[in-house]
C-alpha cells in the first residue's frame, strides 16, 4: 500500500505533488456563486490545509466567479516554493448563476490574465482547458480550436503546463497532437468508473489522473457496502472512498473539497488508510455494478 502514503507523490508537469491535495471550489456562495458565508473561515481551511502538508490546490476563476482565487491570494500569498496551484478555463459563469461555454481565443485569454491577477502569480503553474460541449459530462468534438489557443498562451510564458477537463479518450489523443497535456480531470469515483480504461493508459504514459467528484458530488456516495468496509477498518465512509481512490492507481492525485477545517482533516487523514485486500475486493464491486 506504498502508493497511498502520505509521503507519495506524483508528477504535476515537472513538480512533484502529494497524492492528496485539496480542492477550493466549496469556499465560494451556494451553487459556487458569490462569496462564502463565513469569510474568516474560508482562509482558516486554506491555511490549515497548506499547514498540513497540501502542496496541490485546485481552483478556477469562474468559481464564484473570481472568490475562491481572492480567498487562496487573501490566505496564502505569498505563496509555499512547493505549492503548486491549478486552475482551469473554457467557462463563465452567468448572472444567473449557470454555466457556459467560453471558448473564443478572447475568451481564453481574459480567464488566463483573470486568473493570474486574483492569484498575484506571473505565471499559471497548471491550466486545465474545460471542455463544455455538454457542461454535465464529456461529449465528443474537436478541441483543436480552443486548446491551439491555450498552446499560444503558453509559449508566451503565461502558462507553465496544460491539463484537458470533462474530456473523451479521443479528445486527449487529439490534445496530445497539439501539446504536452500533464494531467485530466473527469468525474470518476467508486461508484462512477467510466474512465477505468483511461485511467490505466495514462499511468502507463505517467500522465495524471485528477477525479472530480471522488466523493460523490451531487450527494455523498451512499452504500452499504462502503458504510460495512468502513466500520471494519475503523474509519468513515468518505474516508474509505478517498483510499481506495488512491490504491486504485499511483497516478491518481485527489482533490476532496470543503469548506470545514474539521472535514479537510478528516479527508487528509485518508492517506495513511490501509485498506486491506478483501474489502478493495468489496469495493470494487460497487462500481462493477453500476457499470
Same mark, same amino acid.
Given at each position: 500500500?506504498?502508493?497511498?502514503?502520505?509521503?507519495?507523490?506524483?508528477?504535476?508537469?515537472?513538480?512533484?505533488?502529494?497524492?492528496?491535495?485539496?480542492?477550493?471550489?466549496?469556499?465560494?456562495?451556494?451553487?459556487?456563486?458569490?462569496?462564502?458565508?463565513?469569510?474568516?473561515?474560508?482562509?482558516?481551511?486554506?491555511?490549515?490545509?497548506?499547514?498540513?502538508?497540501?502542496?496541490?490546490?485546485?481552483?478556477?476563476?469562474?468559481?464564484?466567479?473570481?472568490?475562491?482565487?481572492?480567498?487562496?491570494?487573501?490566505?496564502?500569498?505569498?505563496?509555499?516554493?512547493?505549492?503548486?496551484?491549478?486552475?482551469?478555463?473554457?467557462?463563465?459563469?452567468?448572472?444567473?448563476?449557470?454555466?457556459?461555454?467560453?471558448?473564443?481565443? !478572447?475568451?481564453?485569454?481574459?480567464?488566463? #490574465?483573470? =486568473? %493570474?491577477?486574483?492569484? +498575484?502569480? $506571473?505565471? *499559471?503553474?497548471?491550466?486545465?482547458?474545460?471542455?463544455?460541449?455538454?457542461?454535465?459530462?464529456?461529449?465528443?468534438?474537436?478541441?483543436?480550436?480552443?486548446?491551439?489557443?491555450?498552446?499560444?498562451?503558453?509559449?508566451?510564458?503565461?502558462?507553465?503546463?496544460?491539463?484537458?477537463?470533462?474530456?473523451?479518450?479521443?479528445?486527449?489523443?487529439?490534445?496530445?497532437?497539439?501539446? !504536452?497535456?500533464?494531467?485530466?480531470?473527469? #468525474?470518476? =469515483? %467508486?461508484?462512477?468508473? +467510466?474512465? $477505468?480504461? *483511461?485511467?490505466?493508459?495514462?499511468?502507463?504514459?505517467?500522465?495524471?489522473?485528477?477525479?472530480?467528484?471522488?466523493?460523490?458530488?451531487?450527494?455523498?456516495?451512499?452504500?452499504?457496502?462502503?458504510?460495512?468496509?468502513?466500520?471494519?477498518?475503523?474509519?468513515?465512509?468518505?474516508?474509505?472512498?478517498?483510499?481506495?481512490?488512491?490504491?486504485?492507481?499511483?497516478?491518481?492525485?485527489?482533490?476532496?473539497?470543503?469548506?470545514?477545517?474539521?472535514? %479537510?482533516?478528516?479527508?487528509?487523514?485518508?492517506?495513511?488508510?490501509?485498506?486491506?485486500?478483501?474489502?478493495?475486493?468489496?469495493?470494487?464491486?460497487?462500481?462493477?455494478?453500476?457499470?
Amino acid at each position: 500500500m506504498s502508493s497511498n502514503q502520505p509521503s507519495a507523490t506524483f508528477r504535476l508537469g515537472d513538480r512533484a505533488v502529494k497524492r492528496l491535495g485539496y480542492g477550493a471550489m466549496q469556499l465560494a456562495g451556494p451553487g459556487v456563486f458569490g462569496p462564502p458565508k463565513d469569510h474568516a473561515a474560508a482562509l482558516a481551511v486554506l491555511r490549515d490545509a497548506v499547514a498540513s502538508g497540501v502542496n496541490h490546490i485546485d481552483t478556477s476563476d469562474f468559481y464564484g466567479p473570481h472568490i475562491t482565487n481572492q480567498l487562496i491570494r487573501e490566505a496564502l500569498h505569498p505563496y509555499p516554493d512547493d505549492l503548486v496551484i491549478v486552475t482551469k478555463i473554457g467557462a463563465r459563469r452567468g448572472a444567473d448563476a449557470s454555466w457556459q461555454p467560453a471558448f473564443s481565443p !478572447e475568451a481564453l485569454t481574459g480567464a488566463v #490574465h483573470d =486568473n %493570474l491577477r486574483n492569484l +498575484a502569480l $506571473d505565471a *499559471l503553474e497548471v491550466v486545465n482547458l474545460r471542455i463544455m460541449f455538454d457542461v454535465h459530462r464529456p461529449a465528443e468534438g474537436s478541441i483543436e480550436a480552443p486548446l491551439t489557443a491555450l498552446a499560444e498562451l503558453q509559449r508566451q510564458g503565461l502558462v507553465r503546463h496544460i491539463g484537458l477537463s470533462n474530456v473523451t479518450p479521443a479528445q486527449i489523443a487529439e490534445g496530445r497532437r497539439i501539446c !504536452e497535456i500533464v494531467c485530466v480531470q473527469n #468525474h470518476y =469515483n %467508486l461508484a462512477h468508473r +467510466a474512465d $477505468d480504461v *483511461l485511467i490505466d493508459d495514462l499511468a502507463r504514459d505517467g500522465i495524471a489522473y485528477v477525479p472530480y467528484f471522488p466523493l460523490g458530488g451531487f450527494t455523498p456516495l451512499q452504500s452499504s457496502t462502503l458504510s460495512a468496509v468502513a466500520e471494519r477498518v475503523g474509519a468513515t465512509p468518505m474516508q474509505v472512498a478517498l483510499a481506495w481512490l488512491l490504491r486504485r492507481a499511483p497516478n491518481i492525485l485527489l482533490i476532496p473539497g470543503t469548506s470545514s477545517v474539521g472535514h %479537510l482533516r478528516e479527508n487528509l487523514a485518508a492517506a495513511s488508510l490501509d485498506l486491506p485486500t478483501d474489502a478493495v475486493e468489496e469495493l470494487d464491486r460497487i462500481g462493477n455494478a453500476n457499470a
